[in-house]
């Protein structure tokens, strides 16, 4: 399967504990793109990547957030001090370089998370 | 900044008819507008998109169609299959490889 992939697909943590998810994108693609998404909404914008560099963090991402792509290829999303309201579908996607497909952007299955 | 309104939230439809959601949005400079299709337990799956320069794009029995100056855009899928029961987001941005702002998605159901 060549698409984005994301590693754990669940996650339930307990509030308060720090918990990191990671994405794969499609190999030839250079940004990748976090979101999250509640249930019975669209995905809302958290921050992308352009190879290594994270470009735009939106005020979603709070200082509890983090997210890393150090090499330019796989990106990890972590939150710090979890709390109840972190629950969501962590999802990520991947775009490829210049061109008319620029725009299109490609979604992985996502990791649910489940803070009790 | 961008908001996306979508309509409607749910929307039933026996197999073999038509289906249309539509969608508006608000920043003037939005220029490409695309679809996803999301199934239970999955991500969202890119079915078709419309850049500002065209007014229609066609990809078998689904459509979509964008009207600049009214700022509103609207998927048409005609001959509605069970299988195309899912929710549908559309999504804006201004320029491109930067962020989509979703719709909050309208949910089709499609009976046989």
């Known amino acids: 399967d060549t698409g984005v992939s994301q590693n754990p697909r669940h996650k339930i943590t307990k509030r308060g504990q720090n918990v990191t998810f990671r994405c794969d994108p499609i190999s030839e693609h250079n940004r990748l793109y976090w979101y999250r998404q509640t249930l019975g909404q669209g995905p809302e914008f958290l921050t992308y990547f352009q190879n290594e560099a994270q470009l735009e963090k939106s005020r979603l991402l709070s200082d509890r957030f983090s997210a890393e792509r150090p090499k330019g290829s796989f990106s990890t999303l972590e939150i710090q001090r979890t709390e109840q309201g972190d629950s969501a579908m962590y999802l990520c996607?991947?775009?490829?370089?210049?061109?008319?497909?620029?725009?299109?952007?490609?979604f992985g299955p996502g990791t649910r998370l489940t803070v009790l | 900044g961008e908001n996306v309104e979508q309509h409607p939230s749910t929307l039933s439809v026996q197999e073999g008819d038509s289906a249309v959601i539509k969608c508006t949005y608000s920043?003037?400079?939005?220029?490409?507008f695309p679809w996803y299709k999301q199934e239970l337990g999955k991500g969202p799956q890119l079915i078709i998109d419309?850049?500002?320069?065209?007014g229609e794009k066609k990809d078998q029995r689904i459509a979509v169609t964008l009207n600049k100056t009214a700022k509103h855009f609207s998927l048409h899928i005609t001959e509605t299959q069970p299988e195309d029961s899912a929710v549908y987001f559309c999504a804006a941005n201004r320029q491109a490889g930067t962020a989509l702002i979703f719709g909050k998605g309208t949910t089709l159901s499609v009976s046989s």
């Open positions: 419309i850049r500002s320069n065209v």
């Open positions: 996607a991947s775009s490829p370089p210049a061109g008319v497909q620029l725009n299109e952007q490609f």
């Open positions: 920043d003037s400079a939005s220029n490409y």
